[in-house]
C-alpha cells in the first residue's frame, strides 16, 4: 500500500531534510517531483494541483526558508496537506441511532461487497460486541445469497433465511423486521451489483433505500480501479447518496492513487480499507496515520492496535512466566513467527517503525523476508515432540530427516538452532538478574514508558484494554523521543544496518508480548 509514492516521495523529502538553507527554487523544484510522483501514483489531477498549491503557498513564506531546519519544516507542511488531502480525522461507521441500524452496502460487481459484508460483521461482533444481522439482497448472481450465508456461518453471524423468489426490496423489509424481532443491535444488507452503472441498478438501489431506510450508506470500490473507483463514488452519490467508502485490495495497490483523491473529490469519508483477504484483514482509516506511513514516519499506534488484536493474553503470560524462569524451547520459537505473521510479516511490522518503512530492500537482500518465517516454521513441524523440547536431541541423521520433511537443507536448520540459542541464552540471563528476573523489570519499564501500567505476566502491558486516547498518547511520546521523523531508527535494536533486528542474532527478544523492539527496550550493554 503506498509503496511506489512512499519510495518517491522519501527520497525526494530527504534531499530537502540534509540541506542547511532552501532558496525558493529549491522548494519548486522539490515541488515539481512530488507532483509528478502523485500524479505516477494515480492522484486526480485537479487533487494534485491544488496540494502542490497548498505547499507551495507556505512552503515558500521567510519564516520558513530562514528557520532553523527549513527541510523539516517543508516536510512538515507536507504531510500536514497529506493529511488534509485524506479527510483530516478517522471517521468510522456510525452506529448512533436506534437499533437495529441498517448498513447498506453498495457497489459494482466483483468489488468484494459480500466478503467486505462479513469483515464488517465480524469486526462489530468481536469489537463492539453488536448482534449482527446480515442479509444478501443479490437475487441475480448465481449463489450469492448461499456464499453470505456460508461466511456466517464461518464467523459466527447471523444471516436472514434465503426464500426463493422474493424481490431485493421484500428482502431488504424483510431483513429490518427480523432483526428488531430478533433484538439485533446492527443489520448489513448486502444490496446486488451490476458489471457497470446503469439505469435498473440506481432504480433498484433508490427503492431499496427507501423500504429500509438506512443510516450507513456504504459504497465497497476497488483500489486498484484508480481513478475510475473516483468516478464511481461520485455517479453513485449523485443517485442514491452514500455516506462513506470501503476501499479493497489496498494491499495490492502499490500505487494508492484512489484512496487519495476520493476523500478530496467526493468530500466523503474514507472509513475502512481492506487489506487482505482473511475476515480479520480490515482496518480503519485514519488519515494522519496513513500519512505518517506515507513519509516513512511510521505508525506506532496502529503496530500496538494490531497487537492487542492478535496477541493471545493468556499465552503471553505464560510466556512471560516461562522467561522469568529462563526456558525457551522451539515450541515458543515457533509461537513467536506465527504472531510475528499474524501482525503483517516483518515487512509490515517495519512498515510501521519510524524510520524503518526504507528497510524492505534492504532486508530482502539479506534473505529475511516473510517466506523465511514460514521456512522457519516448517522445520520446527517437522520436528518430534521430543525434538522441539530439547534440540541438543538434534544429532546429523535427524537433521536429514528433518531437513526432508521441511523441504529445506542442515544449514538452514543449523541457522534456526543457532537463532534459537541465542534468544534461548539471553532467556536465561533475563530470567536469572534481580527481583523477579530482568524480563519482568524490562517489560515493566516498557509499560511505564508506554503509560499503559502493569498487567499480565508480571509487568506486560495488558494490550486487549487500552483506552484510544492511551495510544494517541503513545504516539505523541513517540514523536517526542524523535520516532516520528524520517530517516529515525528505533533505539535498542542492533543488527543489521538502520537498526533492523537481527533475526540471526540476540535482538529479537522483546518477543515476549508478540512484538519486538517496541521503543522502551534498553540496549545491550
Known amino acids: 500500500m503506498f509503496e511506489n509514492l512512499q519510495d518517491r516521495l522519501g527520497s525526494i523529502l530527504n534531499g530537502l531534510t540534509g540541506r542547511g538553507a532552501l532558496s525558493e527554487a529549491d522548494v519548486s523544484a522539490a515541488l515539481r517531483e512530488v507532483r509528478r510522483a502523485l500524479l505516477e501514483a494515480d492522484v ?229 480499507i481492506g487489506v487482505g483477504e482473511k475476515m480479520s484483514e480490515l482496518e480503519e482509516f485514519h488519515p494522519r496515520r496513513i500519512a505518517d506511513r506515507i513519509l516513512g514516519m511510521g505508525d506506532i499506534v496502529s503496530l500496538v492496535e494490531r497487537a492487542a488484536e492478535n496477541i493471545d493474553a493468556e499465552k503471553a503470560a505464560a510466556m512471560a512466566a516461562k522467561m522469568a524462569k529462563g526456558k525457551f524451547d522451539l515450541n515458543d520459537l515457533a509461537d513467536q513467527l506465527r504472531q510475528m505473521q499474524k501482525m503483517g510479516g516483518m515487512g509490515g511490522i517495519m512498515g510501521m517503525m519510524p524510520g524503518m518503512a526504507g528497510m524492505k530492500d534492504k532486508m530482502a537482500a539479506a534473505g529475511l523476508d516473510d517466506k523465511l518465517f514460514g521456512r522457519q516454521i516448517a522445520i520446527i513441524q517437522s520436528m518430534t515432540k521430543a525434538e522441539r523440547a530439547n534440540p541438543d536431541l538434534l544429532k546429523h541423521s535427524r537433521k536429514k530427516r528433518i531437513a526432508a520433511g521441511s523441504g529445506t537443507d542442515a544449514a538452514a536448520i543449523n541457522k534456526l538452532l543457532k537463532m534459537h540459542r541465542q534468544m534461548a541464552d539471553m532467556m536465561k540471563m533475563m530470567g536469572g538478574k534481580g527481583k523477579g528476573g530482568m524480563m519482568k523489570q524490562m517489560m515493566s519499564g516498557l509499560a511505564g514508558k508506554m503509560g499503559l501500567g502493569g498487567g499480565m505476566g508480571g509487568g506486560m502491558p495488558d494490550l486487549s484494554n487500552i483506552d484510544p486516547k492511551q495510544l494517541e498518547a503513545l504516539q505523541k511520546q513517540a514523536e517526542a523521543a524523535g520516532l516520528g521523523k524520517p530517516g529515525a531508527g528505533m533505539p535498542g535494536l542492533g543488527g543489521l544496518p538502520g537498526g533492523l533486528p537481527s533475526l540471526g542474532g540476540a535482538k529479537l527478544p522483546g518477543l515476549g508480548g508478540g512484538f519486538p523492539g517496541l521503543p522502551g527496550l534498553p540496549k545491550k550493554k
Not at 243 to 270: E, N
Request: proline share 4%; aromatic share 0%.
Open 44 to 272: 486526480a489531477l485537479d487533487v494534485v494541483r491544488s496540494f502542490t498549491d497548498r505547499v507551495r503557498e507556505k512552503a515558500v513564506g521567510a519564516e520558513i526558508l530562514k528557520s532553523i531546519k527549513p527541510g523539516q519544516m517543508v516536510v512538515k507542511i507536507v504531510h500536514d496537506e497529506l493529511v488534509e488531502m485524506l479527510g483530516g480525522e478517522g471517521v468510522g461507521i456510525d452506529l448512533h441511532a436506534p437499533a437495529p441500524v441498517v448498513v447498506m452496502m453498495v457497489g459494482l460487481q466483483g468489488s468484494g461487497k459480500t466478503t467486505t459484508t462479513a469483515k464488517i460483521a465480524n469486526r462489530l461482533s468481536t469489537r463492539d460486541k453488536k448482534k449482527v444481522l446480515m442479509a444478501s439482497l443479490d437475487t441475480r448472481r448465481p449463489a450469492a445469497q448461499e456464499q453470505l450465508r456460508q461466511l456466517g456461518a464461518q464467523t459466527n453471524i447471523d444471516t436472514l433465511p434465503i426464500i426463493a423468489g422474493q424481490s431485493p426490496t421484500d428482502i431488504a423489509a424483510r431483513a429490518v423486521q427480523a432483526a428488531k424481532l430478533g433484538g439485533h443491535d446492527v443489520v448489513i444488507l448486502d444490496t446486488a451489483g451490476r458489471t457497470h452503472i446503469d439505469e435498473p441498478l440506481m432504480v433498484e438501489m433508490a427503492d431499496i433505500k427507501k423500504r429500509s431506510i438506512p443510516h450507513e450508506i456504504l459504497l465497497v470500490a476497488d483500489s486498484l480501479t484508480g481513478q475510475d473507483a473516483v468516478n464511481l463514488a461520485r455517479n453513485f452519490d449523485e443517485r442514491v447518496g452514500i455516506t462513506g467508502l470501503v476501499l479493497t485490495r489496498m494491499d495490492g495497490d502499490g500505487r494508492g492513487g484512489a484512496a487519495l483523491s476520493m476523500r478530496a473529490v467526493t468530500g466523503k469519508p474514507i472509513k475502512l
